[in-house]
């Protein structure tokens, strides 16, 4: 399997995986959306806590020049962890949430 097609296994299946895990209070939904042509890959929830809704991106990365682009990361430890964990290389990963002054003092790509 070349590394396009690995990195777009590892994001759907973790972010499948976080689409598992319950909300602790109110009704809510976790729905995956996988743009494999376009590589785009997101976690929306959607529901109800008491009377206020609550709608948004829980997750949201992309595959950029070959490279993984998190955009948006709400999980407790860090989707760029599990990615690391799964095998991608940290000069893979751009945290794109980092504005591109600060991503230079991470340890991964820049862009």
Not at 36 to 57: A, P
Not at 61 to 79: A, F, L, N, P, Q
Request: proline share 3%; charged share 25%; with cysteine.
């Amino acid at each position: 399997m070349d590394s396009l097609e690995e990195y777009r296994h590892i994001i759907c299946s973790i972010i499948t995986e976080y689409a598992q895990i319950p909300y602790a209070y109110g009704d809510i939904q976790r729905h995956t959306v996988f743009d494999t042509k376009n590589d785009r890959y997101l976690l929306m929830i959607l529901g109800w806590e008491e009377v206020r809704q609550v709608h948004g991106c829980l997750i949201h990365v992309e595959i950029i020049d070959g490279k993984i682009w998190i955009h948006r990361d709400g999980t407790e430890d860090g989707i760029a962890n599990e990615f690391l964990n799964a095998g991608i290389p940290k000069d893979r990963i751009v945290l794109g949430f980092r504005s591109p002054e600060m991503r230079k003092y991470t340890e991964f790509a820049v862009a």
